[in-house]
């Protein structure tokens, strides 16, 4: 990386103030001399540099080839103009991946000069972005938000820190399916607020995130807006009702998002992106992801049933009259469609939908852990033209697809209820789905800003530590000590304790060696020293549980495709599976003489979804001999 000198005062700003402009997927410092894409430093040549610098002072005018000459060769420089312009113009659009022939960002006027093509914007002082020139600036009430939210911040001086999850951004990597494969690129924090961060969506010049956020004392879910590159929030809506779902209409003056009623309907809402007050423009009678805007904005599409005893279906709802149609029709035993999201240029509708778990009768409502991609072609009057096309074949949980600005590829996420992954897929359903493997497990909810140039999403981060408390003498509680400290932790969930026979020895279980959705089985001293990993299973494990001579562990786990019940020796070893049918056997418990393991099984076959310990439906006590 090559860092350019910075440039004289004239060479800063056209406002005379120094700041950071950006056009698509680069940021040029203009004092520092530096250019960026996706936040990585670009090499440039320092004339390359200057010429760019001086585009970008004049956005969509003509820059003249005599004014280039004066400001970049001084009258005392003798050398080839034409060849030095012309090698200096070649070196700039190649570091912006630019061509003369379809030029999207330095356009050659014949014999006159240079004009710079596409949207600049500048980032002042206090983190406010505006476009150039300033006639368009937004509007001062806006600015005059991010001004006191960015002197709040400086002046308080206050560390954040995440407790339960966050919305990470992420620089987006490329639009061609030629770059299909994994980038290593760097995810930035966008959100890293106490508390529970989700459902980012993108404003539409890409500078600032809706995202619901249940506030600095979790104690209620509403709808906030971030300037990318601040750190405060602005807080939209206030209702004691839980606010969820942002979406972002296409002109960037309104948002829609969804409202939770006592009655556990959903209104959904519009407000302004100001803040302000209010409209209820529908309700609905599901629970559902964010709304879909057409690119036009005169419709959003909507979750909702025609009766209570069918499936979720897809509806078109017109944001001027309230007209409703209907849009998809799920089969009769389906969990429904969801998720809908508009291809860019409005011809194709990306959503969810959810098969039905065999064995059960009726619609599943919301589950959705068995589910797909499926695109539907729209017309050019908002209709639909055909029958759904379905995409994936994971038959697995999935959610919330996000289109690339070309229209051509959808990132969805795809997993367990409990852990997800972020997928790319070829929006015809020409090419398999690809694991964007960079990003890691435990993300969802993408968001791709319309330029392409960022990627937004949800990663949970979970972090929970075994504590340790003296237990108070129950005869003298006066003064007793309840100090409690955590003395098992790693930077992943650790749970399920149990001391052994002897007091000596802990087992319990951890993610701290494996994904984040994978529990191993571990032992160590009563202190916390000494951990052994007693299992490398790959698969969630739990429940662990001493025999009464602390030779032996019983525990439960997934690995080979149901729940069983695991046997492993205290110092290592092979598991023993003691349970053999295809059943769900989970929370081994031994009996006194230790010749025996008791467990919940669901042998009668009906089960629920999710973890074994929370699942629902009939059990029954296992005794398995040993």
């Known amino acids: 990386m090559v860092h350019c000198r910075s440039l ?21 410092d203009l004092k520092s001399g530096e250019v960026r894409k996706h936040g990585l430093k670009i090499r440039l040549q320092e004339q390359s540099f200057q010429l760019l610098a001086m585009l970008l002072e004049r956005p969509g005018e003509v820059v003249t080839r ?27 659009r190649a570091a912006l991946g630019d061509s003369a022939e379809n030029p999207r960002f330095v356009e050659t006027l014949s014999r006159r000069g240079y004009r710079f093509t596409a949207s600049v914007f500048h ?14 600036n937004p509007p001062e009430s806006l600015q005059r938000h991010w001004r006191v939210l960015r002197r709040r911040t400086l002046a308080s001086g206050i560390a954040l820190v995440v407790l339960a999850s966050a919305v990470a951004l992420g620089m987006w990597f490329g639009r061609s399916r030629a770059k299909v494969s994994d980038v290593p690129l760097t995810a930035i924090p966008l959100t890293s607020f106490p508390g529970h961060q989700s459902e980012p969506a993108f404003s539409p010049d890409g500078n600032q995130v809706a995202f619901c956020w249940d506030g600095e004392n979790q104690d209620n879910v509403d709808i906030y807006i971030k300037l990318i590159g601040t750190a405060q929030a602005l807080r939209l809506t206030k209702h004691p009702a839980r606010d969820c779902d942002p979406a972002w209409s296409p002109d960037g003056r309104s948002i829609a998002f969804h409202r939770e009623l006592p009655d556990g309907r959903r209104a959904l809402m519009l ?7 209010e409209r209820k423009i529908a309700e609905t009678s599901t629970f559902s992801c964010s709304p879909g805007w057409s690119p036009d904005g005169k419709w959003l599409v909507i979750v909702d049933r025609s009766s209570g005893t069918e499936p979720d279906a897809l509806f078109l709802l017109s944001t001027e009259t309230g007209e409703k149609r ?19 240029d409005g011809r194709n509708l990306a959503f969810v939908r959810s098969g039905s778990v065999e064995g059960t009768p009726g619609p599943q409502i919301a589950s959705y852990e068995f589910s797909d991609l499926y695109v539907l072609r729209m017309s050019s009057s908002v209709a639909p033209i055909g029958s759904p096309k379905r995409l994936t074949f ?31 897929i070829h929006a015809d359903g020409s090419d398999k789905p690809q694991l964007m493997g960079w990003l890691g497990n435990g993300v969802r909810d993408p968001a791709i800003s319309r330029d392409g140039g960022r990627l937004a999403y949800m990663r949970q981060s979970d972090d929970t530590n075994i504590w340790r408390v003296k237990v108070p003498d129950l005869h003298h509680t006066k003064g007793a000590s309840t100090i409690r400290n955590p003395f098992i932790s790693s930077a992943r969930q650790e749970g399920m304790p149990q001391f052994s026979p002897d007091g ?19 032992v160590c001293d009563s202190d916390g020293s000494n951990v052994l990993q007693l299992t490398s299973l790959g698969a969630l494990a739990g429940a662990p549980h001493w025999s009464p001579d602390g030779e032996r ?10 729940w069983a019940i695991y046997v492993i020796r205290a110092n290592g070893g092979k598991p023993q599976r003691i349970t053999t049918d295809t059943a769900h056997d989970d929370a081994p418990s031994w009996s006194r003489d230790g010749r025996a393991v008791i467990c919940i099984s669901d042998k009668d076959g009906i089960h629920g979804v999710g973890n074994p310990h929370q699942r629902r439906g009939q059990s029954e006590c296992l005794r398995q001999r040993l």
């Open 394 to 424: 994971d038959h697995r949980f999935t959610g919330r697809p996000a289109w690339t600005a070309d229209g051509h590829e959808i990132v969805y996420c795809s997993g367990t209820l409990y852990s997800q992954s972020l997928w790319r």
């Open 8 to 28: 004289s005062a004239s060479m800063h700003d056209p406002n005379g103030s120094a700041g950071i402009l950006s056009f698509g997927a680069f940021e040029v």
């Open 66 to 92: 005599d004014q280039l000459r004066e400001r970049l060769w001084s009258a005392n420089t003798f050398v080839d103009f034409d060849h030095s312009l012309s090698a200096a113009i070649n070196k700039l």
């Open 326 to 344: 209907p849009l998809t029709t799920p089969p009769f035993r389906s969990g429904g469609d969801s998720c809908p999201s508009f291809s860019p």
């Open 553 to 562: 562990i019983a525990f439960d786990s997934e690995m080979e495709g149901n």
């Open 123 to 136: 980032r002042d002082e206090y983190g406010v972005v505006r476009s150039l020139p300033a006639d368009v």
């Open 271 to 277: 407000i302004s992106a100001l803040g302000g007050s």
């Open 504 to 522: 000596n020895r802990i087992v319990f279980s951890s993610a701290r060696s494996s994904r984040p959705d994978n529990y191993e089985i571990f």
